[in-house]
């Protein structure tokens, strides 16, 4: 039976000649352009691969003599509990200040008052002060009230708030330690608006302070009680659990250095005044403090034992706002503290080592570029190109040692690996993006400041309310328009994935395709935004 030709003849021939022009093009550069710049951005990669192996090993081996050896903060710094004194009464406990910096928190702001003002600690030696920079005049009532109730209850509580929100938190934080109370207080914990302490927190941590005067920050363990909300909240929990399992873990037990992490740690009020108070540059306010401090000499401690609940940003848009604030910040205050660094002279030559290479420069640059650039650009490119060949070590060996490394930090999520690899390879473009922004200062987002959405227990209270509804009234349509959760850079670099598997299946060799088929459709779900929680219209 004779084919029959859908296509008008000219339009083929036309289709043809410009598909046979393309190809001479490609040749025609390959061998002078493409192929020599596709090799640099290898050679690259393999020595920005190298460099991150290097340093999971290390941890790896410091976070298991650490485990072996039983190297705990009591054996490591002097720990004794503060007991009452029926001579000196409360006078024998510090004066501490906790700060509970919010914006917005119609949903959570409760659950943080709440758990503040809960803290077992005398009631005359604490001070609640909560730092309003809401917008909303309804949010700001509520909030005011909330402090309201607990001050009629004999708590020690004040609400503060300012006429602009410069500075975002870090302005909010250094306004609120200009007020005449603050002067009678030693130390400060800072708890954002999700977070939950139990009540012997202060018991667990203001020991240390006392009976170690060089330490200047204690830092408790962030525990996720919506982890199971969602596979993108599960997939936040793996890594963070190696952040905090391992990362700061090795840091602090090296005496070398960690960063704060914003909240759920106590900061000695001396230490962050010697290091020149909060400031705004950047916007990660928390690790800028903690490195000025540590070149003061001030010693850091983290307590893994000492878990503070708090909430993961269970949407996507959410998430995505909060990495790239996590991403540029630490890449611009690399950029401004790198000569600083260098230039101090009150800390070891092993301790600049370890903040400017190890912290800063693997940690915060090189994993998210060689993940995106590698993964997502360059081995998805030779199945074009087989010309350039990818080692096996870089391509299988090294991802497979450090996907491994990192399941130690949530032995529960074991099953997710695979799952985890994919949803980081998606999340590394954004962190790349964002990195550049905060090496180069290009763009107008390399200060931007989105405050992450907490959703409290909204999301169960509409999805009950929506399963409560009639039939008819279940009809309505459950998502935000389409145009709103589509990510254009997550399609196109999807789409480019998806050509090179089916190139690759069509013609390649080594069987990428697997892989990119996999990649591909992991880009596609984010990009259409079907991933994390979708919150039911009302």
């Known amino acids: ?187 400060v914990a800072i708890m954002d608006a999700d977070f939950q302490p139990q009540p012997d927190y202060l018991h667990k941590t203001i020991p240390y302070f006392v009976h170690n005067p060089q330490i200047g920050l204690v830092q408790g363990r962030w525990r996720f009680v919506n982890a199971d909300e969602c596979l993108m909240t599960r997939m936040q929990e793996m890594s963070l659990d190696y952040h905090f399992k391992v990362e700061q873990e090795v840091g602090s037990s090296t005496y070398a250095f960690f960063g704060f992490n914003g909240t759920a740690g106590i900061w000695r009020i001396a230490a962050i005044n010697e290091a020149g108070g909060w400031k705004d540059r950047t916007t990660v306010e928390d690790m800028d403090l903690a490195v000025r401090a540590s070149l003061k000499g001030w010693k850091f401690l983290y307590l893994g034992n000492v878990q503070v609940k708090s909430e993961l940003p269970s949407t996507f848009k959410a998430f995505r706002f909060q990495q790239h604030r996590w991403s540029c910040g630490p890449a611009n205050l690399f950029r401004k503290m790198t000569m600083e660094i260098v230039r101090n002279k009150k800390v070891t030559l092993w301790k600049k080592v370890y903040t400017l290479y190890s912290f800063f420069l693997v940690r915060k640059v090189v994993a998210h570029i060689v993940t995106f650039i590698l993964y997502c650009l360059v081995i998805p490119a030779t199945v074009f190109i087989p010309e350039v060949e990818i080692p096996k070590w870089a391509a299988i060996y090294i991802p497979c040692v450090i996907t491994i490394l990192n399941a130690f930090g949530t032995p529960r999520s074991v099953h997710l690996l695979v799952f985890w690899i994919l949803f980081e390879n998606v999340m590394s473009m954004n962190r790349t993006k964002a990195t550049f922004i905060g090496l180069f200062e290009t763009g107008g987002r390399v200060n931007e400041w989105v405050v992450t959405e907490k959703l409290g227990d909204v999301n169960k209270t509409k999805t009950a309310a929506v399963n409560a509804k009639p039939a008819a009234v279940n009809k309505k349509p459950r998502f935000a328009r389409i145009g709103e959760r589509l990510f254009m850079l997550e399609l196109c670099v999807g789409m480019y994935l998806f050509i090179c598997a089916c190139y690759d299946l069509a013609y390649g060799k080594n069987h990428f395709f697997i892989y990119l088929y996999a990649q591909a459709v992991t880009f596609f779900i984010m990009g259409f935004g079907y991933v994390g929680t979708i919150i039911p219209s009302s």
Not at 64 to 71: D, P, V
Not at 110 to 116: K, P
């Open 1 to 187: 039976m004779a084919s029959v030709n859908l296509l008008p003849e000219t339009f083929q021939a036309t289709r043809d000649d410009i598909l046979i022009q393309l190809k001479m093009v490609f040749e025609a550069l390959k061998w002078p352009l493409i192929i020599p710049i596709l090799k640099i951005m290898l050679f690259f990669c393999l020595i920005m691969s190298v460099m991150l192996f290097v340093e999971r090993v290390y941890m790896g081996i410091v976070i298991s003599y650490i485990t072996l050896f039983g190297r705990k903060p009591e054996v490591r710094y002097k720990f004794e509990p503060i007991k009452d004194d029926e001579e000196l009464g409360n006078s024998n406990y510090p004066m501490v200040l906790v700060q509970i910096p919010m914006y917005n928190e119609d949903k959570v702001y409760q659950l943080s008052i709440r758990a503040a003002c809960g803290l077992s600690w005398p009631s005359d030696r604490i001070i609640i002060q909560v730092l309003d920079d809401s917008t909303d005049p309804t949010i700001m009532d509520l909030v005011q009230l909330e402090c309201q109730r607990w001050a009629s209850k004999g708590i020690n509580i004040k609400y503060e708030i300012r006429e602009n929100r410069v500075g975002y938190k870090a302005g909010a934080l250094k306004e609120g330690m200009k007020h005449s109370y603050v002067k009678q207080c030693d130390y």
